[in-house]
């Protein structure tokens, strides 16, 4: 995936260098048994969570052509990008966006997620890169029912659920991938119903908007005015 039609984000960072390989495991939760007839049924449940794995290169020492251009990071703060996320214990957004060569927009994988552990990577024979195995698996947010117990009018007692308690109480981040023809102005549009809003969008996804606009040769997005296909945006 080396193609720079692939970029990958970790809670809106993008990653500085595409990784070549994803794999995304969607584990198994049907059962079997046998029946007193010796028969062995298979009983089908909803799939499991799913386990994504890839590894992530960050340049030391060389930058190469086909870096993506993410925000200024040495080593030691990737390292502690990673190191934040695992403390933390909060699910964040993983996002890989695929373009055609003419960049035009294909799917994207959008997923809720927690970062299940990370090895580091060093090659003495190689001091240019540090190399980051990264394994995430899929969040979902879960509830618990509150209970009390009342008495009946025939005097027994049974347990009444009063309310649903949210265990995870994390926002959802809500994200945008733009598509050829758009501008703030009709996304804005779009996600508020109202256009005159773009700023908000322009404010909260600004190093996003003028990176990708330096990368396709201009000085700046001119305040959000060129955008282009493919940029994931938060919609905050």
Known sequence: MGDSGYNF???GTRLPITPPKLTMKI????????????????????????????????????????????????????????????AQKLPFRFIVTRSAPDGTALWDTNLQV?????????????????????NLKTYEDYHSDVYKTVQTSSGKTKAVATKTRTVSKVPTKKSYTVKSGDTLWLIAKKQYGDGNKWNKIYTANKTVIENTAKKHGRASSSNGWWIYPGEVLSIP
């Not at 927690?114 to 990264?134: F, H, N, P, R, T």
């Open 114 to 134: 927690s970062l299940e552990d990370y090895e580091e990577v060093e090659d003495a024979e190689d001091g240019s890169s540090l190399v980051i195995s990264v």
């Open 9 to 11: 984000y970790m809670d």
């Open 27 to 86: 584990n198994n939760r049907n059962e079997t048994a046998s029946l007193i007839s010796d028969v062995t049924i298979n009983r089908l449940k909803a799939a499991g969570l799913t386990d994504i794995s890839f590894e992530a290169t960050f340049p030391v020492l060389t930058h190469y052509p086909f870096e993506q251009e993410a925000e200024k990071r040495t080593p030691s703060e990737w390292i502690t990008f990673f190191e934040k996320h695992k």
